[in-house]
């Protein structure tokens, strides 16, 4: 089966805190997608990293990194020095082989950060 | 950047009666999709379209739902009987080849049924 597991329901900061929103996948395909999104209080989907199964190198954006380990299935997304700005609703997403190729999202992870 | 255009912003119907939910992709991209999300709740998805029919529905995806593509352009999704349950936002989505996996969202249409 081919599923996505964001065990953190809601999560709250402190601005300046770090914080890290973990992403657990299943899915039993070698060629796979993974994917971040950003769902602010106005409600659209913002789009943040793609990796594929094959580059598991870690990647950093500003004060965004992702670590993407295949030995444990995880796909986890940490935010350096938190800032209010930040509060939103954070999906991770799957997508695999197939014709359709459609996204699977996990639960999401409601991030508070206080100032 | 090219945007998908998710047409009204807000939609509020009365039980029972048919909406219809207009996308327009980007121009370039062949690969349609509409998700739903229940306030709240996880982003779901409903139905993909390719090559002017669907390739994929989810069980969601039953009777009362339609897709189409009518004229190389709108891909528009019906409701034809709605219930207090379709109330959701309903996001649109394209991507441009199967190779490509960057997918692009519309800004969603928000759904109130009373």
């Known amino acids: 089966a081919q599923k996505v597991t964001q065990a953190q329901t809601e999560i709250s900061v402190v601005e300046k805190e770090d914080v890290t929103l973990d992403c657990v996948y299943e899915?039993?395909?070698?060629?796979?997608?993974l994917f971040w999104y950003k769902q602010p209080p106005s409600g659209e989907l913002v789009f943040l990293i793609r990796?594929?199964?094959?580059?598991?190198q870690n990647e950093i954006s500003g004060r965004y990194s992702w670590n993407f380990q295949k030995s444990t299935s995880s796909f986890n997304f940490t935010i350096t020095a938190s800032q209010v700005v930040d509060s939103a609703v954070y999906f991770c997403?799957?997508?695999?082989?197939?014709?359709?190729?459609?996204?699977?999202f996990g639960t999401g992870t409601l991030l508070a950060v206080q100032p | 950047e090219p945007e998908v255009t998710q047409t009204p912003s807000h939609q509020v119907t009365q039980m029972g009666q048919e909406v219809i939910l207009r996308c327009v992709p980007i121009?370039?991209?062949?690969?349609f999709y509409w998700y739903r999300q229940i306030l709240g709740q996880k982003v779901e998805f409903l139905v993909s379209?390719?090559?002017?029919?669907?390739?994929?529905k989810s069980e969601i995806f039953d009777d009362q739902f339609s897709v189409e593509r009518p004229d190389g352009s709108n891909f528009t999704l019906k409701i034809r009987s709605t219930k207090l349950e379709d109330s959701a936002m309903y996001f649109c989505?394209?991507?441009?080849?199967?190779?490509?996996?960057?997918?692009?969202f519309g800004s969603g249409t928000r759904l109130t049924v009373v």
């Open positions: 899915t039993r395909d070698t060629t796979y997608y």
């Open positions: 379209f390719y090559n002017n029919e669907i390739s994929e």
């Open positions: 989505a394209t991507r441009r080849t199967v190779l490509n996996y960057g997918y692009t």
């Open positions: 121009s370039n991209h062949l690969y």
């Open positions: 990796r594929n199964s094959f580059d598991e």
């Open positions: 997403a799957l997508t695999y082989g197939g014709a359709t190729n459609k996204l699977i």
